[in-house]
């Protein structure tokens, strides 16, 4: 794909957000980076194996960082937790199809760090 597909993904993704939302009763996390101002909540459902069953999100912030949260959202439903949690960010760097500056990294890794500290 072209930059400017990825670039209408992004811009998609964090205009019509598919995974936004709470979800009653489940693990949650959250974290800031006010650097930029980013501020995600994340909720996250699995069965008794640890398998992901939902994932949503509560916040605010720049395209980057909300998008990347929703792609994330949707690449990890059907895997254990356990495993998302050793994802690396180059990773979402790879759903976002671009190479990000340093400080683009820390908005689009954020929703994984969230994750983590599940």
């Not at 949503?56 to 912030?61: D, I, L, P, S, V």
């Not at 395209?63 to 180059?90: F, P, R, T, Y």
């Amino acid at each position: 794909m072209d930059d400017n597909l990825y670039k209408e993904i992004i811009l998609d993704r964090y205009k019509n957000p598919q995974n936004f939302g709470e979800i009653e009763d489940v693990k949650q996390a959250e974290q800031a980076n006010y650097l930029c101002g980013d501020k995600l909540k994340i909720y996250i459902k699995t069965d008794k194996d640890g398998v992901i069953e939902e994932a949503k999100f509560m916040g605010g912030g720049c395209a980057i960082s909300m998008a990347a949260v929703d792609l994330l959202l949707d690449e990890i439903v059907g895997k254990k937790l356990s495993q998302v949690k050793k994802m690396k960010g180059e990773e979402i760097e790879k759903m976002l199809g671009m190479d990000l500056t340093p400080a683009r990294k820390k908005c689009a890794y954020l929703g994984l760090e969230v994750i983590k500290k599940i």
